[in-house]
């Protein structure tokens, strides 16, 4: 009986294993099938080994297949067993984002509902027309005219960080580890704009925000597989066991979102900041945007009373947190880096920052800021060379068929956007390794190929928040290049490696710089 149960079981596995080895030599000609170059795939992996390995970053892998892509438009690849399209032709890009936006409405990325509410019900993930519906909502929170009223907050934060820099750099003598030192400020701005809350990360290395912040953004092995199951396989997700928010996170963000905002509502409290519009959307069902540019202002129909759920107005201010948080200070990070090893840019920079002052009595504003144009092309490069997600992805919502390619892409296929590889490809970008502002003059962006700048995406679900970024970025240059001179010292990295396992582009080693204050002379 035990030799014919053990056979059994032998014949069984074989059966299985022949279905397994079938089912993948079928789902491997998908994209030969459909004439359409692609990387040649590995049994089970596809071509999502070294990711599933944590051997490359996201955006290297999918740079990677870029580059393996030259000279073709569009580029097919396997998710495991899951054709995926990868887009590398500008107009194909267009079609995508834009002009056909209808079939790529949702991302691909995906948060389980039921177990992880902030992750699914925010403006990031949400689907279909609920996204639609809340884009439409909050698009008001991001006007210019409520970026100049929440300025003040920002600057504050600013000023904050001079004070920290004086005290921990030791007047230009002790290198400052930037990395934390930014990740610090971005932290303290977010919190006391999305949340209302001074959260004093500068003087407190251990303030819950900062805590909370490297509990999203620190990735450890099982923290990237949670990350890329969501990104890349997210039909996973509705196992409950893959969050982008941990429970630990939701309850925190829940606890610290309502008291605040029992305290305005039962002493009438105004900041000018994310909660204030929050209150807004909660009690009428709409965000004012009187006072603004007719071409910022929402056609939203006026209500008494809100359609969003208690999480949906949470969940809104937790992406707030989290897509500001890390971006802002890894662009920070990098363009200090940057700007340390090319002083001839850094004494442009500051020679604008410091006339553009001088012409505004001094005063560091929200008006003098958009007069500075050479801050404008730094940051651009930033992030050109360094973008913070170095991808894009959508989904096919209903049958498409590509212009020009007549490639079908069908309905439920993944497709991504290799941001980092178009930033680095010599074809939009000659010398792409070189730092160099003046890509971005008026004269270069009129001659570059449209859709070979991505980083804040294009289209209706574009970044939301790329004032604020913006905002939170110059506001940071300014106050620390009008003060200091940032240098390179021996602890500097003489290049950077990247992270193989932070969805954001990030440095692996401390970047340590010193800032030397311009009254020493280094003016």
């Given amino acids: 009986m035990f030799d014919f149960g053990l056979l059994d079981f032998v014949v069984l596995a074989v059966i299985a294993g022949l279905l397994i080895y079938f089912y993948y030599w079928k789902q491997f000609r998908y994209w030969r099938n459909k004439g359409v170059p692609y990387a040649e795939p590995e049994f089970f992996?596809?071509?999502?080994?070294?990711?599933?390995?944590?051997?490359?970053?996201?955006?290297?892998?999918?740079?990677?297949?870029?580059?393996?892509?030259?000279?073709?438009?569009?580029?097919?690849?396997?998710?495991?067993?899951?054709?995926?399209?990868?887009?590398?032709?500008?107009?194909?890009?267009?079609?995508?984002?834009?002009?056909?936006?209808?079939?790529?409405?949702?991302?691909?990325?995906?948060?389980?509902?039921?177990?992880?509410?902030?992750?699914?019900?925010?403006?990031?993930?949400?689907?279909?027309?609920?996204?639609?519906?809340?884009?439409?909502?909050?698009?008001?929170?991001?006007?210019?005219?409520?970026?100049?009223?929440?300025?003040?907050?920002?600057?504050?934060?600013?000023?904050?960080?001079?004070?920290?820099?004086?005290?921990i750099g030791a007047r230009g003598t002790k290198p400052v580890e930037i990395r934390e030192t930014m990740a610090r400020f971005a932290t303290d701005v977010i919190s006391t704009c999305a949340y209302g809350v001074e959260?004093?990360?500068?003087?407190?290395?251990?303030?819950?925000?900062?805590?909370?912040?490297?509990?999203?953004?620190?990735?450890?092995?099982?923290?990237?597989?949670?990350?890329?199951?969501?990104?890349?396989?997210?039909?996973?997700?509705?196992?409950?066991?893959?969050?982008?928010?941990?429970?630990?996170?939701?309850?925190?963000?829940?606890?610290?979102?309502?008291?605040?905002?029992?305290?305005?509502?039962?002493?009438?409290?105004?900041?000018?900041?994310?909660?204030?519009?929050?209150?807004q959307l909660k009690n009428q069902g709409r965000i004012e945007d009187e006072g603004v540019d007719d071409n910022e202002k929402s056609n939203q129909p006026i209500s008494k009373t809100s359609d969003f759920t208690d999480d949906d107005l949470v969940a809104q201010a937790a992406i707030f947190f989290t897509a500001g948080y890390e971006t802002n200070s890894s662009t920070l990070c990098f363009c200090l880096y940057e700007l340390s090893g090319a002083p001839d840019i850094q004494q442009r920079l500051r020679r604008d920052i410091v006339d553009t002052l001088e012409r505004h009595g001094g005063e560091i504003t929200y008006e003098a800021m958009q007069e500075m144009t050479y801050l404008e092309k730094v940051v651009s490069e930033t992030l050109r060379k360094y973008p913070p997600v170095g991808f894009l992805d959508r989904v096919c919502t209903k049958d498409y068929v590509l212009p020009d390619a007549g490639v079908h892409v069908q309905k439920g296929t993944p497709v991504y956007v290799p941001v980092h590889g178009i930033h680095r490809d010599p074809e939009f970008y000659p010398d792409p390794e070189s730092f160099d502002p003046e890509r971005f003059?008026?004269?270069?962006?009129?001659?570059?190929?449209?859709?070979?700048?991505?980083?804040?995406?294009?289209?209706?679900?574009?970044?939301?928040?790329?004032?604020?970024?913006?905002?939170?970025?110059?506001?940071?240059?300014?106050?620390?290049?009008?003060?200091?001179?940032?240098?390179?010292?021996?602890?500097?990295?003489?290049?950077?490696?990247?992270?193989?396992?932070?969805?954001?582009?990030?440095?692996t080693e401390d970047i340590k710089l010193v800032f030397r204050p311009l009254a020493d002379g280094a003016q």
């Fill in 45 to 167: 992996f596809g071509n999502f080994k070294e990711m599933f390995f944590q051997r490359k970053s996201f955006a290297h892998f999918i740079q990677d297949l870029h580059m393996q892509g030259k000279g073709h438009p569009l580029f097919g690849f396997y998710i495991f067993g899951r054709p995926a399209l990868l887009l590398r032709d500008p107009q194909m890009i267009k079609h995508v984002f834009v002009k056909d936006f209808g079939h790529f409405v949702d991302r691909y990325a995906k948060a389980d509902f039921k177990h992880d509410p902030l992750g699914s019900r925010n403006l990031f993930m949400e689907k279909g027309q609920p996204w639609r519906h809340m884009r439409t909502k909050i698009t008001p929170v991001f006007t210019s005219g409520k970026m100049r009223r929440m300025f003040p907050l920002v600057t504050r934060c600013g000023e904050n960080l001079q004070e920290y820099l004086d005290e």
């Fill in 199 to 279: 959260a004093n990360s500068m003087k407190d290395k251990d303030a819950e925000f900062r805590k909370f912040g490297r509990i999203v953004f620190e990735f450890d092995v099982r923290r990237t597989l949670e990350i890329m199951v969501i990104f890349f396989v997210p039909a996973f997700v509705k196992l409950g066991l893959f969050k982008f928010f941990s429970p630990e996170t939701t309850k925190y963000l829940r606890k610290v979102f309502w008291e605040v905002i029992t305290v305005r509502e039962k002493n009438n409290i105004k900041r000018n900041d994310l909660i204030d519009l929050l209150i």
């Fill in 441 to 507: 003059s008026e004269q270069s962006k009129q001659a570059r190929t449209p859709y070979t700048y991505l980083s804040f995406g294009e289209g209706p679900h574009n970044c939301i928040g790329l004032r604020f970024a913006q905002m939170t970025v110059k506001t940071s240059l300014v106050h620390v290049l009008s003060r200091y001179e940032v240098r390179r010292c021996s602890e500097t990295p003489a290049s950077l490696e990247f992270s193989t396992k932070a969805i954001i582009l990030a440095a």
